[in-house]
């Protein structure tokens, strides 16, 4: 395949990727602002830790194991007490069992919660943020320079 071919190809794929994550970013914060902006806040206790291990293979033939650490909190609203596992965890563990967190539910559906934390709440947002930030120029630049040739 000749290079300025390929280039093109790998600049469109790049630029398209970008596209979609800038989309998505802006769909996640969307939500999560909306969320957050109506949300009503208590405190919650840290009652459990639960490990989450993940096995890949990694592109030249090697195991990959990493653990992250989710947390599973408990609250009460109007005397009824509900729980819910954060979607997101980390490694080392960003709370122990017992930890006081803020957090924050929809008034309207008192299950519907998640921790009021900027990192735990705009993680998705930032990622795909940042990656379509990197990407989308990337393409670009790429396309660009396989059409000068």
Avoid at 102 to 118: G, H, K, L, R
Avoid at 121 to 144: E, I, K
């Amino acid at each position: 395949m000749h290079n300025g071919k390929l280039l093109t190809i790998v600049g469109a794929v790049f630029g398209v990727a970008g596209v979609i994550l800038l989309c998505v970013c802006a769909a996640l914060t969307a939500s999560t602002m909306s969320f957050l902006a109506s949300a009503e806040r208590t405190d919650g206790t840290v009652i459990e830790l639960t490990e989450r291990v993940t096995r890949t293979r990694t592109s030249d033939g090697f195991r990959s194991t990493s653990t992250t650490y989710v947390p599973t909190v408990e609250y009460t609203v109007h005397g009824h007490t509900y729980r819910f596992e954060s979607s997101t965890g980390s490694n080392p563990p960003a709370w122990a069992e017992g930890d006081t967190v803020t957090v924050a539910y929809d008034p309207q559906n008192q299950s519907d919660a998640e921790i009021d934390s900027f990192w735990w709440s705009y993680l998705g947002p930032v990622v795909t943020g940042v990656l379509g930030v990197v990407f989308t120029p990337l393409g670009v630049l790429l396309w660009r320079r396989s059409r000068g040739r």
